[in-house]
């Protein structure tokens, strides 16, 4: 299974015309390259649960993104995005659990990510508390050599010193100071552009599926 040719052009045509009166005007290629983006989303949905049974049951409504931008406090006025996004987590994108990520964005750029981005105070500082008390099994999932080699490591989404009330030669205070526990990639030419998409995507997220364990075990 495939993102096909003519949601790419629509995205790239909408990068180029980002405007609310294109956008009308074109709402059919929208409408075709939505439902054909909600397809693949639900190819991957089944497919990851059938390692992930957390994920059983979520419809691609449950996990897209609009593609509305806000732009209150952007100097960019765009009113779309130019991508579509959507991720997969145990109750839907609304719920606080980590989960998996994929994107299509125009000029042919595709991407994959897990984990949490966006984390709630109460969930970091959990987070935060398991990694003080024993950070072995978190480490383990990062030093594996399969995820390492695709993900390089969590995003750099990080304080510059420790955060309060944890003490600055804390043996894990490069994890201490994450904001974020999420890893990302780009897809390569070769990747999205293989016979099989869905498969490439659901390689990473089998990868990603321990990390997500480890996080939502500890979000209660």
């Not at 495939?2 to 609310?20: A, C, G, P, V, W």
């Not at 949905?45 to 691609?60: K, N, R, V």
């Not at 321990?210 to 500890?218: A, F, G, H």
Request: hydrophobic share 35%; glycine share 10%.
């Amino acid at each position: 299974m495939n993102i096909s040719k003519e949601t790419m052009k629509f995205l790239d045509d909408l990068r180029n015309n980002n405007s609310r009166d294109w956008f009308n005007k074109n709402r059919q290629l929208y409408d075709m390259a939505r439902a054909d983006f909600n397809r693949f989303v639900e190819g991957l949905i089944q497919g990851t649960a059938e390692f992930d049974p957390e994920i059983e049951g979520l419809s691609a409504g449950d996990c897209t993104f609009r593609m509305n931008r806000d732009v209150r406090f952007s100097k960019d006025k765009s009113p779309y995005k130019i991508e579509l996004g959507a991720i997969m987590k145990p109750g839907g994108k609304k719920s606080p659990y980590a989960g998996y990520y994929f994107r299509v964005i125009a000029g042919g750029y595709m991407g994959v990510g897990g984990g949490i981005y966006d984390m709630d105070k109460k969930i970091l500082d959990a987070v935060r508390n398991n990694i003080s008390s024993d950070a072995s099994g978190l480490r383990q999932i990062l030093s594996n050599n399969d995820f390492s080699t695709a993900f390089g490591g969590l995003y750099r989404n990080e304080l510059k010193t420790s955060p309060r009330g944890y003490p600055g030669d804390h043996p894990d205070v490069d994890l201490l100071r994450m904001k974020s526990f999420f890893v990302a990639r780009d897809l390569t030419p070769e990747e999205y552009g293989a016979d099989d998409l869905l498969s490439v995507v659901l390689e990473y997220f089998r990868l990603i599926k321990p990390l997500n364990y480890y996080l939502n075990s500890i979000i209660v």
